[in-house]
């Protein structure tokens, strides 16, 4: 079973467009993190939930809501998709928001707004 | 100054060379350290933590710098498949313990 896993993988959609990406981890992690990487690979944070509470909320634009029905999932949700939303969005979790604590990824989805 | 800087390469070596990365970080009250690997179209993964007194994991050595803000990766006896990149991961002090990535280092192993 993967440990980190999100859907969808790939997505294209239009712009002004509604899209939502799933995650779910079996790991039993407290902690889980949405970070976009982008077509220069750099890796930036955007959420972070901590047993379903918000813990990091980085300058992200309003139209990206985090959404964590319980600590095993890490919904997110984007409206009124932009051309430079596209991007691979990676779902991760670690056993608490703290020092040591390994982060595992989910296998990315990539988004492709056209 | 970003928080974590990378040099982006690539480094583009033979097999059976030695290469090595530096990652520098900016806030010196980082407390946590470490290197993710990233293959092409994957997701990263860890590779090794890096503890105060540098450590080992087989070909590869981590060390931490604290008084110069950087850490290192020195791999030994480069094989083809460790071409990748490589991503330096430092965890940010304050309340929400931030783990901030690196840009990444590319490395290109060749025959």
């Known amino acids: 079973d993967t440990a980190v896993s999100q859907t969808p993988k790939y997505l294209v959609t239009q712009m002004g467009n509604d899209k939502s990406i799933k995650c779910e981890q079996n790991?039993?992690?407290?902690?889980m993190y949405w970070y976009k990487q982008d077509s220069k690979k750099f890796l930036k944070i955007m959420f972070s939930?901590?047993?379903?509470?918000?813990?990091i909320n980085e300058t992200v634009p309003n139209r990206f809501s985090p959404k964590s029905p319980d600590k095993a999932h890490l919904n997110l949700h984007i409206n009124s998709l932009e051309l430079g939303d596209s991007a691979v969005y990676f779902c991760?979790?670690?056993?608490?928001?703290?020092?040591?604590?390994?982060?595992?990824f989910g296998e990315g989805s990539w988004l492709t707004v056209v | 100054r970003k928080e974590v800087e990378q040099d982006p390469g690539p480094f583009n070596v033979p097999e059976g060379a030695t290469v090595a990365f530096n990652c520098t970080y900016s806030?010196?009250?980082?407390?946590?350290f470490f290197w993710y690997r990233q293959d092409c179209r994957k997701e990263p993964k860890l590779l090794m933590s890096?503890?105060?007194s540098g450590n080992e994991d087989g070909r590869f050595t981590a060390q931490l710098n604290r008084a110069s803000q950087y850490i290192s990766l020195l791999i030994r006896d480069s094989k083809l498949s460790d071409s990748a990149t490589y991503l330096c991961?430092?965890?940010?002090?304050?309340?929400?313990?931030?783990?901030?990535f690196g840009r990444g280092t590319s490395l290109i192993v060749h025959p």
């Open positions: 991961v430092v965890i940010l002090p304050g309340g929400s313990y931030i783990p901030t």
């Open positions: 939930y901590n047993n379903k509470e918000l813990i």
């Open positions: 806030n010196s009250a980082s407390q946590s």
């Open positions: 890096v503890y105060s």
């Open positions: 991760a979790s670690s056993q608490l928001a703290g020092y040591g604590n390994t982060i595992y």
């Open positions: 790991l039993g992690h407290d902690t």
